[in-house]
């Protein structure tokens, strides 16, 4: 579904990905892991466009969208999650939401606020509430469900654990998995190797902007050795 | 132990989130000291703290003695701490040697001084610093056409201009290639020996770290959760803990199917 | 009592029409960033497009249909220079929109003076709303009593649609974080040009509203454009219920103004809005917010180099020729290039401010009107010598702009750029309503060089060696320490402060000098013409300036100057025709679109492509 080919993304003058590559296919949960720095973040943002890559190839469905607008990489069905959330502060949580509904695709689960509000319980008592005035992880939520408003096939997920409290990093392990059975892609980036481990089948390792290691979590972990190298201190 | 730098107490809140938690340490002279933690740990805003950009809430920030908690950057520069960024930022309109040549201008208190051209104030002494980093070779070239890491040199030698005794570096190898990292660190790590300068770093890349620093500290969700020597890090149950998911087991969650 | 009640009634009415412009100014900044210059011209043209609808539609249902009808045909006008004119530009330098947005208001002056005349038209009464009430003795015109009604209900119904409807949500959405609107799939060109739409619709609008009580004629576009300027920064830029407070506190203070201080009213306007930002820098309702782009976005300017032996010896061949003018050119040319010299100093001032600092004044004609105005005084009230009073101008506005700056640099981006705005049209009004000292309108005449310099040419000579002094000075002071200390602070404020320099210290003293400079060419200007009067302090000066350095190129070191020698000759030979504004205009639009480096960047680019010039490494 999704194929980074080769790219190589700087921001301004520092080389951020080099000859980066990686694929997703349709139905999978893969986690992007490696230590901060390593450039995991730029990845997601390369395949959005957002940093569009100086070099290489992102295609998604077959088709070649890298240099497309962000919106247009957005309508053709990848939904962006970003690290810092980005939530709209002085827009409520509804209008949040109203901020990412696209019309519905064919061949993707069309979403709706109430079922949304289904997936994440707490926004559903918060939807009046302006996106400032909600904590770290509902703002996560609401990033996530606001993406989700756009109905995308495949979820570009930026550390959906980053910064928020172990409680409710479960529940949003929970409502990722949910995503996952109901058919959704997921490319997600992550620090935490228990909840990528949760959540994701395969994982795909990243050190200074290369990859290292792409493949199941099964044989990740029958090497603890090869993954505490990038992984750990 | 006669620290260059300590530090007590330190604390600062954001909203109702303590980014810095009470945090206590001390750089001694001729020590690199590495500054680690998972992201949004705290260590920027620790690092803030002690350049000056940040107000601290709670604690003190001593240089030699001294407190200089709260003073603005050019204060804290005054009084010798050098810096570098983690996103360089160097003046972008001039020469390499330019660069230097400014921060030279402002260690003689002549920034207001109008003659003699700027471009042959202090050229030689430029060149030296600039020699110390491997950058003499590039002197005249546009500041704005070098490659990340020979700016990331620049920014050291600007930062050496004022004979500084500490030396604060924002990830110093961020953004460099593997083979340009290990030689920035070497070359700090000389230039360290070579003028007895203590350096605190933080860096997220740990190879380097574990390479080059005589000490680390790890910072954990803004407190210090650890102190020690690069061996005694590297055995450390919580620090492991840390960095690969913090203890959350998910019991509640089944391992996925469709693997 | 009852004055109090009426007055209080007239502000409220005059508040109408400028909520309405100002909110459009305020979106269109909020979403996309650019201060729309144009905006006032949005606004003559509803008055005029209005003007002409009410003439054909007949009764009352004409009258309101018509001005209904204003705001989409001028939302449409403003829809095609969105189109045309700033989506080529888009990714050039912010403020470099500006100078195109400044474009479209020589072109709409020219188009409105073709269709609709010179003469100013009295805009017809409101059918059924004749006449006057007497609340409490006093007579209030009905008409306003309905404007007192009607914009609540227009401001009700700008605030549904920006509270609740989808457009709305985008819109609000766009102003915090463009980029996420634009990877949740919203295509930003096009709420770009809706928001356009909506401004200049609510701009036309508020030209049709004010029709019965004003009328229309050619200057409204740069009389309102100080006032909304005002009301969005006492407001607080992108907020709508801060532009009606502000309206209202603005009209309001007018109205009691013209009555209970007739000699001040307009400085009052800009006093409150000195003293707004003062306490609260970003408006009453506004937030703190990153500043826009000090003009310096896109790559970096390039190192600069005293002129070598070459440039020396073309430079001093160019003067040279410069003196013979008086010997072999016609009086009229000496008159003509006295004039050039004059306004190239007043460029390269603003350019050492705005190319070297990156300080992008919105009021430099304070400085230069400062300084005239010195010399006019000492010249009229003093019996000063020319002599003096040419040593006095620059340190007069000097003076000035060392408090003027102390003020405004507390500000970044468009708040400073506002703020100087506000000031020069604060010394504006002072100079224009203290008639006993300035002359007031009619300004401050029979001010001439003393006898041994009262020849052209003796004068020529006098401005040749002090403007070419002045120019080689600011020169001087950018290869200074002090210039290359501007530029750090310009380039890099965070190493800059870190490796010790007080880059607000460095900032004040470029302020003061450029004040100095531009003194020093108003000074000059006075005994040139032999008169100073205050529009010499107005807006238009002020662009007048800005658009030069623009054209000239800002990042390169001679923008500034030869900017102005081409903008005074241009404007020159342009003025012999009737429709020079709209010439000036497109001339103006086509160099930002086609030069966006200006005019010296693009020939040195074109020189260097040529082989003419050394080309800098790496292709920059």
Redesign the interface.
């Known amino acids: 579904m999704l194929d980074v080919m080769q790219i190589n993304s700087f921001?301004?003058?520092?080389?951020?990905l080099?000859d980066l590559s990686l694929s997703v296919t349709t139905?999978?949960?893969v986690a992007l892991l490696g230590?901060?720095?390593a450039g995991k973040t730029t990845t997601l943002k390369s395949i959005m466009q957002l940093v569009v890559p100086r070099s290489g190839q992102v295609r998604f469905n077959g088709t070649d969208i890298t240099g497309w607008p962000a919106h247009r990489v957005a309508r053709a069905g990848l939904g962006y999650v970003p690290e810092d959330r980005r939530i709209f502060g002085d827009l409520s949580v509804l209008e949040n939401l109203e901020v990412g509904r696209q019309p519905p695709r064919q061949g993707t689960a069309t979403w709706s606020q109430d079922a949304l509000f289904d997936l994440f319980p707490n926004l559903a008592e918060r939807r009046r509430n302006r996106g400032r005035d909600l904590s770290?992880g509902e703002q996560q939520m609401l990033s996530i469900a606001r993406t989700l408003m756009g109905n995308p096939s495949c979820l570009l997920l930026d550390?959906p654990s980053?910064?928020i409290a172990?409680v409710i990093?479960?529940d949003m392990?929970?409502a990722i998995?949910q995503l996952?059975d109901q058919g959704l892609t997921v490319l997600l980036s992550e620090?935490?190797?228990?909840?990528?481990r949760?959540?994701?089948?395969?994982a795909v390792i990243l050190d200074?902007g290369t990859t290292r290691y792409s493949g199941?979590?099964?044989d990740l972990d029958a090497d603890p050795e090869f993954r505490d190298a990038w992984?750990?201190? | 132990m006669n620290a260059v730098l300590s530090v007590r107490n330190l604390t600062k809140s954001f909203g109702g989130?303590r980014a810095v938690d009470d945090v206590s340490f001390d750089l001694a002279r001729g020590e690199l000291l590495a500054l680690?933690g998972?992201?949004?740990a705290g260590k920027s805003t620790c690092f803030n703290m002690m350049?000056g950009h940040l107000k601290p809430d709670g604690g003190t920030v001593s240089l030699n003695g001294s407190p200089i908690t709260g003073l603005?950057?050019?204060r804290i520069?005054?009084l010798g701490v050098g810096?570098t960024?983690q996103?360089?930022?160097?003046?972008?309109?001039?020469?390499v040697v330019?660069n230097v040549?400014?921060?030279l201008?402002?260690?003689h208190r002549?920034?207001?001084?109008?003659?003699?051209?700027?471009?042959r104030?202090y050229r030689d002494e430029a060149l030296g610093f600039l020699d110390l980093v491997g950058m003499a070779a590039q002197a005249d070239?546009?500041?704005?056409?070098?490659?990340?890491g020979d700016?990331k040199r620049l920014?050291l030698a600007?930062a050496l201009?004022?004979a500084p005794g500490l030396l604060l570096m924002d990830?110093p190898t961020?953004?460099?290639?593997?083979g340009e990292r290990t030689a920035l660190m070497q070359l700090i790590a000389d230039i360290v020996a070579q003028r007895q300068l203590s350096v605190l770093f933080t860096e997220?890349?740990?190879d380097t770290v574990f390479a080059h620093a005589h000490r680390v500290m790890?910072l954990n969700r803004g407190r210090l959760i650890a102190n020690g020597t690069v061996a005694e890090?590297?055995a450390d149950r919580q620090?492991?803990d840390v960095?690969?998911?913090?203890?959350?087991?998910?019991s509640?969650?089944e391992?996925?199917s469709?693997? | 009592m009852g004055l109090f009640i009426a007055q209080l009634l007239t502000g409220l009415a005059n508040a109408g029409a400028l909520f309405m412009v100002a909110s459009g100014l305020s979106l269109i900044f909020g979403v996309t960033r650019i201060v729309n210059f144009a905006h006032g011209s949005f606004y003559m043209l509803g008055a005029y497009v209005g003007y002409t609808l009410m003439q054909v539609l007949p009764g009352a249902f004409g009258f309101w249909g018509a001005i209904l009808l204003t705001g989409i045909i001028v939302g449409l006008v403003g829809v095609i220079v969105e189109i045309v004119v700033l989506r080529p530009v888009y990714r050039a330098p912010e403020l470099f929109q500006l100078v195109a947005t400044f474009g479209v208001i020589l072109v709409i002056q020219d188009l409105a003076l073709m269709i609709w005349g010179p003469q100013d038209l009295l805009g017809p009464r409101a059918p059924g709303l004749k006449g006057v009430v007497r609340i409490l003795g006093e007579p209030v015109p009905k008409y306003d009593l309905a404007l007192i009604g009607i914009t609540p209900f227009v401001a009700l119904a700008l605030w549904w649609l920006i509270a609740r409807t989808r457009v709305g949500i985008l819109v609000r959405a766009a102003t915090q974080d463009r980029e996420m609107v634009g990877a949740l799939g919203v295509n930003q060109s096009w709420l770009f040009t809706g928001v356009f739409f909506l401004g200049c619709a609510l701009a036309g609008l508020g030209g049709a509203v004010q029709l019965p009580k004003g009328g229309a004629d050619l200057l409204m576009d740069f009389n309102i454009l100080a006032s909304i300027f005002v009301v969005v920064v006492i407001g607080g830029m992108g907020s709508l219920p801060g532009a009606y407070l502000a309206a209202v506190l603005v009209s309001v203070l007018n109205v009691f103004g013209v009555t209970y201080l007739p000699q001040s009213t307009l400085v009052l306007m800009f006093v409150v809005m000195a003293l707004v930002l003062m306490i609260r820098p970003y408006g009453l309702l506004g937030r703190e917010e990153v500043a826009g782009d000090p003009g310096q976005s896109g790559?970096?300017?390039?190192?600069?180099?005293?002129a070598g032996a070459r440039v020396r010896l073309i430079v001093a061949a160019g003067i040279a020729l410069l003196a013979l003018v008086p010997l072999i050119a016609p009086p009229f040319a000496t008159v003509l290039v006295t004039d050039i010299l004059i306004f190239c100093l007043f460029a390269a001032s603003l350019h050492f401010l705005l190319g070297l600092g990156g300080l992008v004044s919105f009021g430099h004609a304070a400085f230069f009107g400062g300084g005239a105005y010195t010399a006019a005084l000492l010249v009229a009230h003093a019996d000063s010598p020319m002599e003096l009073a040419l040593l006095l101008a620059p340190l007069g506005a000097g003076l000035l702009a060392l408090i003027i700056g102390w003020i405004c640099l507390r500000l970044t981006g468009v708040y400073f750029a506002m703020l100087t705005l506000a000031f020069a049209q604060l010394l504006w009004s002072l100079v224009y309503q203290w008639g006993d000292v300035t002359g007031g309108d009619d300004g401050l005449v029979d001010i001439w060089p003393p006898d041994w310099a009262s020849s052209s040419t003796v004068f020529f000579y006098l401005a040749l060696v002090l403007c070419v002094g002045g120019i080689l000075a600011l020169r001087?002071?950018a290869?200074?320490?002090?210039?290359?200390?501007l530029?750090?602070a310009?380039?890099?404020k965070?190493?800059?402060?870190?490796?010790?320099?007080?880059t607000r210290?460095?900032q004040w003293?470029a302020f003061a000098l450029a004040g100095a400079m531009a003194g020093l060419a108003g000074g000059l200007f006075v005994f040139a013409k032999g008169s100073v009067f205050p529009n010499e302090l107005e807006i238009t000066r002020s662009f007048d300036a800005l658009i030069v350095v623009f054209l000239g190129g800002v990042k390169t070191l001679s923008g500034g100057v030869v900017g102005g020698a081409v903008f005074e000759s241009v404007k020159d030979v342009l003025t012999r025709f009737e429709y020079w504004r709209l010439a000036l205009g497109l001339t103006i639009i086509a160099v930002v679109i086609l030069a966006p480096e200006g005019i010296v960047g693009s020939l040195r680019r074109l020189g260097e492509r040529l082989g003419l010039l050394r080309a800098?490494?790496?292709g920059?």
């Open positions: 921001y301004g003058k520092a080389h951020v080099r139905g999978q949960v230590r901060n720095g770290g550390e980053e910064g172990p990093i479960e392990a929970r998995v996952r620090q935490n190797l228990h909840f990528a949760a959540v994701s089948s395969h200074r199941s979590f099964a992984l750990s201190v | 989130n680690i998972p992201n949004g350049t603005k950057p050019r520069w005054r810096r960024f996103i360089t930022a160097t003046y972008a309109s001039m020469t330019e040549q400014m921060a201008i402002s260690h002549r920034v207001f001084a109008l003659r003699p051209y700027a471009h104030l070239r546009h500041c704005a056409v070098l490659a990340y700016l920014e600007i201009c004022h990830e961020a953004g460099m290639a593997p997220h890349d740990m790890v890090i590297r620090v492991q960095y690969l998911g913090g203890g959350t087991l998910f509640a969650l391992p996925p469709d693997a | 790559e970096p300017e390039r190192p600069i180099k005293p001087h002071a290869h200074a320490p002090f210039g290359y200390a530029r750090a310009r380039d890099s965070r190493q800059a402060e870190a490796t010790g320099i007080d210290a460095v003293g800098p490494e790496d920059s």
